[in-house]
């Protein structure tokens, strides 16, 4: 087949394939299969994201060695289409913010900040929202060793979220 012939057919079958789905949609079928059906009084409601409660990496740190706490490390970016979704739907949820403060000392780490850097390199980050729990290994205050205990990439609904912070609680249990 010629090109301009292979680029016809490609632009019909895409042409159909699209009023095809324009129809069903109209007809009340859904394009994708949802698990989650989202409340639209849900949506138009977001809570605001309270990081003035969230820390520093270094003074995470110190919280996580004085009270023996586990570290919730949050890689994120505001440009971040998943970040802002992961922020609005899921961390700004008051149940989510008091579980998350009953087990974890909670870090916030934004990705593009020069001072991060290291951090997200250390860290092996290659996206974001990138969620690591970690535990300290030694208590030597000068150097702070972590051990991952368990990490997930990308946004999460709620209900997943918690079932990764569950996994997470799971892997600290000795």
């Known amino acids: 087949m010629t090109p301009a012939k292979v680029l016809f057919a490609r632009l019909w079958f895409f042409g159909v394939f699209g009023m095809l789905c324009a129809y069903a949609h109209s007809q009340g079928a859904q394009t994708a299969p949802y698990k989650y059906k989202i409340s639209y009084e849900t949506i138009s409601q977001p809570f605001e994201v309270d990081f003035e409660r969230w820390y520093d990496f270094e003074e995470g740190i110190n919280i996580a060695q004085k009270t023996h706490r586990p570290l919730m490390l949050y890689f994120w970016h505001q440009q971040c289409p998943f970040c ?3 922020n609005a739907w899921v961390l700004s949820r008051p149940e989510v913010r ?5 087990y974890f000392v909670i870090v916030s780490i934004i990705t593009l900040d020069e001072a991060s850097s290291k951090l997200v390199k250390d860290h092996r980050v290659g996206a974001t929202p990138t ?3 970690s535990r300290l290994e030694s208590d030597d205050e000068a150097i ?6 368990w990490r ?7 209900d997943d979220f918690m079932i990764e912070v569950t996994r997470a609680l799971e892997a600290l249990q000795p």
């Open 84 to 86: 802002q979704r992961l």
């Open 144 to 149: 702070p060793e972590l051990q991952e205990l």
């Open 98 to 102: 008091q579980y998350l403060a009953k």
């Open 152 to 158: 997930f990439v990308g946004s999460r609904s709620q």
């Open 131 to 133: 969620v690591i729990f």
